[in-house]
C-alpha cells in the first residue's frame, strides 16, 4: 500500500520511466517471442516430417511348431497351419515334420531408420526379433539388420536381403519334443 | 684459537636448530590437495612419499581413507579384466571386409568400361564436349522433372547374396542353406537350449518389465 502510494505520487503525468521500460520491454518479447514461435513451428513441422520415420516396407513374423509325434492335448489349442504353409515347410529337409501347428504371428512397418521389433507370441516376449533397413538391395529387395532375440537374450545378428517372395525361415529351439520355426517374410 | 673452535661451534649448534625447525615446519606443513590426492593412489615416491607418510602419521583418518581407496584398488584389478574385446568385433569386422570388397568390384568395373571404350579414340576427344554439354542439359532436364515428394524407398546399395552372421554365443552355431525349391533361405540354429516344458510361451511374459517399458518415449515438443 505504501509502495503503491509513493509510486502514485513520483509518477508524472508524461514520459514516465516504467512507461517507457513497459513499452521497450513489450518490444523486446515481441522481438524474441515472435522468432522463438517461429522456430517452434518449424520444429514441430520438421518432428512430422521425419524422414527416419517413413515406412519403407513391412515385415511378417510367424512363429510354427513342428513335430513328427501326434500333437498332445496342450498343442490343440493352437491352429492348424495353411495348406499351402504346410507344404512350402515340407519342402525344406531341415523343417520336414508330418505336423504343424501354429503359435503366432506378427506384422510391422519397417522404418526408414528406426529400429523396430516382432513379437510374434505377443504378449509373451521369448522369442523377438529387432530389426532395422539397411536401405535397398540393387534386386529391389530390402536389405535388414535382423537380431533374433530368446529369453531376452541376443542368440543371433545377421543382415539379410528379404524379398516378398522368398522367405526367411529359421529353425530355432525345442520344445515338449517340438521344434520351433520362425518364418519372416516380406510384405508387399 | 679456543675462540675459532667455539665461533664454530656456536655454528654448527646454530644449522643444526635451523634444520629442525625446517623439518618441524615441513613436518607440520599440510600436503595440498594434489598431493594427498597422488598419496593416496600410491603415485608418490622418494623426499615427497616420506614427507606426506610422516604427516599422515598425525591424521589417523587419512590413513584409513587411503587403505580403503587401496583396498577398492585391488579389487576392482581383481575382478575387471584388464582389456575388453569390443562385442560383435568380428561381425563389423566381416562387414566392413565386404563393403571394400564391393567397393574394389565396383571400382574395377568402371574402370574396364570407361577403359576400353574412351581411352585410345582420338574421334572421341572431339565428340567430348559436345557430350559433356549434353549430359548437363540432361541433368539439368532431370532436375526440373523430380518430384518434390519424399523417395518412398531407401537408397539402394550393393550387397553381397550371403548374409553375415554373428552369434554372440559361442555355443550356439548356426547353418545357413538355400532352398532350392521355394528360393527360402534356412538357417539351423545348433546348440540351443530348449524352453522349460512347463513353461507356456504363449502368454504373459515371464519377466517383470516388458519390451515396450524399456522404450524411453522423449518428448521433444518445445513449449512456451
Known amino acids: 500500500m505504501t509502495l503503491f502510494v509513493i509510486s502514485k505520487l513520483t509518477l508524472k503525468p508524461t514520459r514516465q520511466p516504467t512507461t517507457m521500460m513497459i513499452r521497450c520491454l513489450r518490444l523486446v518479447f515481441a522481438a524474441v517471442l515472435l522468432p522463438s514461435l517461429m522456430v517452434s513451428s518449424?520444429?514441430?513441422?520438421?518432428?512430422?516430417?521425419?524422414?527416419?520415420?517413413?515406412?519403407?516396407?513391412?515385415?511378417?513374423?510367424?512363429?510354427?511348431?513342428?513335430?513328427?509325434?501326434?500333437?498332445?492335448?496342450?498343442?490343440?489349442?493352437?491352429?492348424?497351419?495353411?495348406?499351402?504353409?504346410?507344404?512350402?515347410?515340407?519342402?525344406?529337409?531341415?523343417?520336414?515334420?508330418?505336423?504343424?501347428?501354429?503359435?503366432?504371428?506378427?506384422?510391422?512397418?519397417?522404418?526408414?531408420?528406426?529400429?523396430?521389433?516382432?513379437?510374434?507370441?505377443?504378449?509373451?516376449?521369448?522369442?523377438?526379433?529387432?530389426?532395422?533397413?539397411?536401405?535397398?538391395?540393387?534386386?529391389?529387395?530390402?536389405?535388414l539388420d535382423l537380431e533374433f532375440w530368446q529369453h531376452r537374450r541376443k542368440i543371433m545378428q545377421m543382415n539379410p536381403v528379404l524379398h516378398t517372395d522368398k522367405s526367411l525361415l529359421i529353425l530355432g529351439p525345442r520344445w515338449r519334443g517340438c521344434s520351433l520355426i520362425i518364418a519372416i517374410e516380406l510384405m508387399n | 684459537m679456543h675462540g675459532k673452535n667455539s665461533s664454530s661451534i656456536f655454528n654448527l649448534k646454530f644449522n643444526n636448530s635451523k634444520l629442525k625447525k625446517d623439518m618441524e615446519r615441513q613436518h607440520n606443513q599440510a600436503p595440498d590437495e594434489a598431493m594427498l590426492t597422488l598419496w593416496t593412489d600410491g603415485e608418490l615416491n622418494g623426499d615427497e612419499l616420506a614427507r606426506v607418510e610422516l604427516w599422515a602419521q598425525d591424521h589417523p583418518e587419512l590413513l584409513v581413507e587411503r587403505d580403503a581407496v587401496r583396498a577398492m584398488q585391488s579389487s576392482i584389478q581383481a575382478n575387471m579384466p584388464a582389456s575388453v574385446e569390443p562385442p560383435y568385433a568380428d561381425f563389423f569386422n566381416l562387414r566392413i571386409l565386404r563393403a571394400i570388397e564391393n567397393e574394389k568390384a565396383e571400382s574395377a568395373a568402371s574402370v574396364r568400361s570407361t577403359g576400353s571404350q574412351w581411352m585410345g579414340s582420338k574421334f572421341n576427344k572431339w565428340l567430348a564436349l559436345p557430350a559433356a554439354a549434353a549430359a548437363m542439359l540432361m541433368c539439368f532436364y532431370m532436375g526440373t522433372q523430380v518430384s518434390p515428394m519424399p523417395e518412398s524407398l531407401a537408397p539402394m546399395a550393393a550387397v553381397s547374396a550371403k548374409p553375415a552372421i554373428y552369434m554372440p554365443d559361442g555355443d550356439v552355431r548356426a547353418n545357413i542353406f538355400s532352398s532350392d525349391d521355394n528360393g527360402a533361405t534356412v538357417i539351423v540354429l545348433e546348440g540351443l537350449e530348449d524352453i522349460p516344458d512347463d513353461f507356456e510361451i504363449v502368454g504373459e511374459p515371464r519377466h517383470s518389465g516388458s519390451a515396450s517399458s524399456r522404450a524411453v518415449m522423449v518428448n521433444t515438443e518445445m513449449i512456451f
Open chain 1, 42 to 143: 518449424s520444429l514441430a513441422e520438421q518432428s512430422d516430417s521425419d524422414k527416419g520415420k517413413e515406412i519403407v516396407g513391412k515385415i511378417k513374423a510367424s512363429l510354427y511348431l513342428g513335430s513328427d509325434a501326434a500333437p498332445e492335448k496342450w498343442a490343440e489349442k493352437y491352429a492348424l497351419v495353411e495348406k499351402e504353409v504346410t507344404e512350402r515347410l515340407r519342402g525344406i529337409q531341415q523343417m520336414k515334420f508330418q505336423h504343424y501347428r501354429k503359435l503366432g504371428t506378427d506384422i510391422q512397418p519397417v522404418f526408414r531408420s528406426y529400429e523396430n521389433w516382432l513379437a510374434p507370441l505377443k504378449p509373451s516376449e521369448e522369442i523377438l526379433l529387432s530389426f532395422e533397413s539397411r536401405g535397398r538391395s540393387g534386386d529391389g529387395g530390402l536389405r
